[in-house]
């Protein structure tokens, strides 16, 4: 169910160079109109999905590269992404600042939203001029430094070591998604795990619409079979299933997306089963060119 994720893992908002050696700083001995500057640019490209409230930036500020990437329907995208999953943001928090190779500093921000029961992560980085070079976010908060493109591993979890009421509720989540296809099903308590009712009505008028799309393509399926828990233990839990759908020759997956606390983030499907685990755009690239 494809509803406007940028990103499962890590989201990228505008490109920033990070080099894998960084010198952690003393925030208290960092300019006071640096930290109150970049404080401003963090907390509000998150916070105001009106291009009226962004923070303020030009060639004096941001480099032309960052000016390029920082559109305002780009921003309004991502900003809205995270207000409909997260909500408003309750607090943010300064936590750390690290000075990279090329002398860039990156601030690290420890952000507790409005609908989530864990910690974000935003940072934004400027160069050796003081100007911004790149804000992304991260769905999760660790002490531990992953560059834009890096999460932790994901590790196998033993299902036994989850409760049986979680893996029922899962399982039909996943199977009433494609199943059917009727209305009625996408009603009432089916949605009752999404993490908010703004969240859920977005769901509710994609839902559909995705299930007969993937009933025409792949046919109709029988029964699923729960096949591997993955996790990153900070803010991700993915359940593959195994699925035969009548059109198609090989075994397919659908594939739930749950944050750490078994909220549902996404489903989908992926048109092959393979046995190791691939990312999602990855997998569905394998799949399309297997199946072609």
């Known amino acids: 169910m494809k509803l406007g994720i940028l990103s499962i893992l890590s989201i990228l908002l ?72 997260f909500g408003t943001i309750e607090k943010i928090e300064l936590k750390a600042v690290l000075e990279s190779k090329n002398g860039n500093k990156i601030f690290r921000y420890k ?12 940072r934004t980085t400027v160069n050796k001029q003081g100007k911004f070079t790149g804000i992304i976010s991260k769905p999760y908060w660790s002490d531990k430094f992953y560059k834009w493109n890096e999460n932790p591993n994901l590790k196998e979890v033993d299902t036994a070591e989850i409760s049986k009421n979680i893996l029922k509720v899962n399982k039909e989540f996943a199977f009433n998604g494609y199943y059917k296809c009727e209305e009625s099903i996408f009603d009432g308590d089916y949605l009752k795990n999404i993490p908010n009712k703004k969240l859920a ?13 993937i009933k025409k393509l792949n046919g109709n399926f029988n029964k699923i079979k729960l096949e591997q828990v993955l996790s990153d233990s900070l803010s991700t839990k993915i359940y593959r299933y195994k699925v035969k759908f009548n059109n198609l020759k090989t075994v397919s997956e659908i594939r739930l997306y749950n944050y750490i606390n078994n909220q549902h983030m996404g489903l989908f499907v992926i048109n092959k089963w393979f046995d190791k685990y691939k990312p999602y755009e990855k997998a569905v690239q394998d799949s399309k060119e297997e199946n072609d």
């Not at 080099?19 to 907390?43: E, F, H, P, T």
């Not at 930036?57 to 032309?64: G, I, L």
């Not at 009505?201 to 799309?213: F, G, Q, Y």
């Open 14 to 85: 505008f490109n920033q160079i990070i080099y894998s050696q960084n010198k952690k700083l003393n925030i208290d001995d960092l300019d006071s109109k640096l930290r109150a500057s970049v404080y401003d640019m963090s907390y509000k490209s998150f916070s105001f999905c009106d291009s009226s409230e962004y923070p303020d930036v030009n060639s004096k500020n941001s480099t032309d590269n960052f000016l390029k990437r920082f559109q305002p329907e780009y921003l309004k995208k991502g900003c809205e992404w995270y207000l409909s999953r």
């Open 111 to 122: 952000v507790k939203r409005e609908f989530s029961d864990f910690v974000n992560e935003i």
């Open 201 to 213: 009505k977005i769901w509710k008028n994609h839902l559909k619409p995705e299930c007969d799309s």
